[in-house]
């Protein structure tokens, strides 16, 4: 199981373990972490799983796919470099820890 780390926008984390196979949107909402809205229920259909992905983390998930870049121009929060759609990260065997800030707004 991996470690996901969800950085809230005040600095608070809630720290959940996620099984490989599992987005990072799946494991925020079996947990109940607060921010991730998830309207579309995963479909990378509306932006409110919108996450930045930290820095640290950047290289151990595949790039952002085009579905990605066209939904994060709708996103409530500004886009940056580093965001993502948390439906669209899926935890793998090889990741340990996965950090991801939490926007102050997705609707």
């Not at 950047?58 to 939904?71: G, K, N, Q, T, W």
């Not at 990260?89 to 102050?104: C, F, G, R, S």
């Amino acid at each position: 199981m991996t470690r996901v780390i969800y950085v809230q926008p005040d600095g608070s984390e809630n720290v959940v373990k996620v099984p490989a196979g599992t987005s990072v949107m799946q494991g925020a909402m079996s947990n109940d972490v607060a921010g991730i809205v998830a309207e579309c229920g995963g479909s990378a259909m509306c932006a409110t799983c919108h996450v930045y992905l930290d820095p640290s983390c950047v290289d151990l998930v595949p790039p952002v796919a085009e579905v990605e870049i066209e939904m994060l121009e709708s996103a409530a929060s500004e886009r940056k470099e580093n965001s993502r759609l948390s439906c669209q990260l899926i935890i793998t065997e090889d990741i340990d820890t996965l950090i991801v800030h939490i926007p102050v707004s997705q609707v």
